[in-house]
């Protein structure tokens, strides 16, 4: 064996090698393109590949956009400029790529460039100050397939990793996002109430106490109003970001909502009331220093105060809700008051609360009366067929007219009313899905989903009333469902488990309300024997604008069918949002693009006109 086959041999070898030596594109390539430049004596080595729309190296395909893009040299510059401005370079890659051949150019300086294709992903270029001898030209041809197939492994190796940040990072978003104010950063209205219902028990057990601060901005909404929310946003963000330096382990801060603010003191280092009033005073002063300072927004200042009400847990109640609502009662004292001291809620603030029980008396009242309303709002498939609807609770109250459930519900639910009105829905359910059921559904048609609060469920006879309204209308148990909210079927995961299989054991199915919004959901969405997955509506909301949305709707739509659970997308409200769902492959849809809430006679005729 003669000299010049032992090194085609050892030359071979080590570029084989070479090639299996990393999983990185990159990396791989570097090394590569290393040992061609030792073995070879090249005056440098390059490589040209296919890519997609963001420069990202891909496999050839006929059936998409292919770019072809230079990805790296060794050396990295000629006299000090870089490689892909190189004009005689570029133009020979794609001379190479364009006629899919192997070719040779003498450059005018007398060096040589030679291109080999990498099957189906680019061009490897050598430049010499020597002409190659043949045999070694033919010695790359099946290096140059090794090559290939090295390059499409990292590529798949590199889509992946990528892929499995992305989906941690939309995880961690939608963490963030459950606990988190979207404007501001700080903490919640969600989970602030969280934050404080473990601090009262805490208190309780320990012996303590502690206090909720709620802030409201004095004169903010005519600011808002007359310059936009772009300034009023800027006013928020620069008060969020000085009140979070307020914030320490003992004290958590929420923006509460609008221009509203609130500030939780998990625990009081006395409890005898000088003492906690004068810490209370401290921190309430340290909130008047963080608006002492003019907000200077587009050039402009503006001078904003705020009205501080305080409340006391567990002396003054052991309900969250409760605090939350003494504290804001003492807050718009202390605005009418026109102090910016602080206030602490006393009984004699107490006409709110009158007010909210006079309104659970109505309540109570509409209940008899036959006040309470079902409508139902259609779902359809991405053919337009209707598939099911969700029954909504409408309240016309005989003197106020329509209330709104979000008033009214937080309100029922605090006073355990949310038990009868939810037997109420129950009820009423079954017996509009008995009427549709005699009236003919569409073979489309699945089920009728209603709501069920946490209270409802934690009822020890819940499945049996369940079951007996079902067997009262003599309905098919598979045309109804419960939808339950994210968050609720976390507060006890076991037992939520346990009585939907057992429902589900009788063909009442279950679907996830609200999906995204709470922070425990992933780890134990596959405990769930529910076949529905809901795309909370504040992912969907212009979600063809916003990438981050489309992320995470694309993860909770992946994860719904590896689980084989159906994704149905609410809060569809414009064509551009339901083409994007379409896009990441949601096809189950509800919002007012198709249908708002209709009373029971609409939603028949709505079946009747879609059949």
Request: charged residues 20%; aromatic residues 8%.
């Amino acid at each position: 064996m003669n000299n010049n086959a032992l090194f085609i041999i050892s030359l071979q070898h080590e570029l084989a090698m070479a090639i299996g030596n990393k999983l990185d594109l990159n990396a791989m390539l570097k090394v590569f393109l290393k040992v061609c430049f030792s073995r070879l004596n090249l005056t440098s080595a390059h490589v040209y590949m296919y890519t997609d729309k963001n420069g990202t190296p891909k496999s050839f395909s006929a059936e998409e956009d292919n770019s072809f893009n230079h990805l790296l040299s060794i050396p990295k510059n000629k006299r000090n400029q870089p490689w892909q401005n190189n004009t005689i370079l570029q133009d020979f890659a794609l001379q190479v790529e364009q006629t899919k051949l192997k070719q040779m150019f003498t450059c005018q300086n007398g060096q040589h460039l030679y291109g080999f294709i990498i099957p189906k992903h680019g061009v490897l270029i050598f430049e010499t100050h020597y002409q190659v001898e043949t045999t070694v030209l033919k010695a790359l041809t099946p290096i140059l397939k090794k090559l290939a197939t090295s390059c499409y492994t990292s590529i798949v190796h590199d889509t992946l990793v990528q892929e499995v940040y992305s989906r941690q990072l939309a995880e961690e978003t939608v963490i963030f996002q459950a606990q988190h104010d979207g404007l501001t950063g700080l903490y919640n209205r969600q989970h602030f109430n969280n934050l404080l219902a473990n601090s009262i028990d805490n208190a309780i057990k320990d012996n303590q106490l502690g206090a909720v601060v709620f802030i409201d901005l004095n004169r903010f909404k005519p600011i808002n109003d007359a310059l936009g929310h772009a300034v009023g946003d800027k006013i928020l963000v620069t008060l969020a970001n000085r009140l979070h330096t307020i914030a320490n382990q003992n004290i958590d801060i929420a923006r509460f909502g609008g221009d509203e603010f609130t500030l939780l003191i998990n625990q009081l280092r006395s409890q005898k009331s000088q003492e906690y009033q004068l810490e209370i005073s401290e921190i309430i002063q340290s909130i008047n220093q963080a608006l002492a300072s003019a907000f200077i927004v587009d050039g402009n200042a503006y001078k904003l105060s705020c009205s501080i009400g305080y409340a006391l847990f567990p002396l003054q109640s052991d309900m969250s809700t409760s605090i939350i609502k003494y504290a804001d009662i003492a807050m718009y004292e202390a605005k009418r008051a026109k102090t910016t001291l602080g206030l602490q809620y006393h009984t004699a603030m107490s006409d709110k609360i009158n007010k909210r029980l006079a309104y659970i008396e109505d309540m109570k009242a509409s209940l008899v009366a036959g006040d309470f309303r079902l409508h139902y709002q259609a779902q359809y498939n991405h053919s337009g067929q209707i598939t099911g609807a969700e029954a909504l609770l409408r309240w016309q109250h005989p003197v106020h007219g329509m209330e709104s459930p979000a008033v009214y519900i937080p309100i029922a639910e605090e006073s355990n009313l949310i038990i009868a009105i939810g037997q109420w829905v129950l009820e009423q359910a079954c017996r509009d899905i008995k009427q549709l059921e005699t009236l003919g559904l569409p073979s489309s048609f699945k089920r009728v989903f209603i709501n069920i609060s946490a209270k409802q469920l934690i009822q020890a006879d819940f499945q049996d009333k369940m079951l007996a309204a079902i067997e009262q209308q003599k309905i098919n148990a598979q045309h109804i469902a419960l939808e339950l909210t994210e968050n609720l079927l976390v507060e006890d995961i076991e037992k939520s488990i346990t009585l939907i299989n057992a429902l589900k054991a009788q063909s009442v199915d279950c679907a996830i309300d609200d999906f995204g919004t709470g922070y425990s959901s992933l780890n134990y969405l596959k405990k769930i024997p529910a076949s529905v997955l809901k795309i909370d509506r504040s992912f969907v909301t212009n979600i063809n604008q916003s990438s981050e949305s489309a992320a995470i709707a694309s993860m909770i739509i992946s994860l719904g069918k590896t689980l084989n659970m159906k994704v149905l997308a609410e809060g569809v409200e414009t064509l551009e949002e339901l083409s994007c769902l379409k896009t990441l492959g949601c096809y189950h849809y509800q919002g007012f693009y198709f249908s708002k809430p209709l009373p029971l006679e609409s939603f028949i005729e709505l079946l009747n006109s879609s059949e």
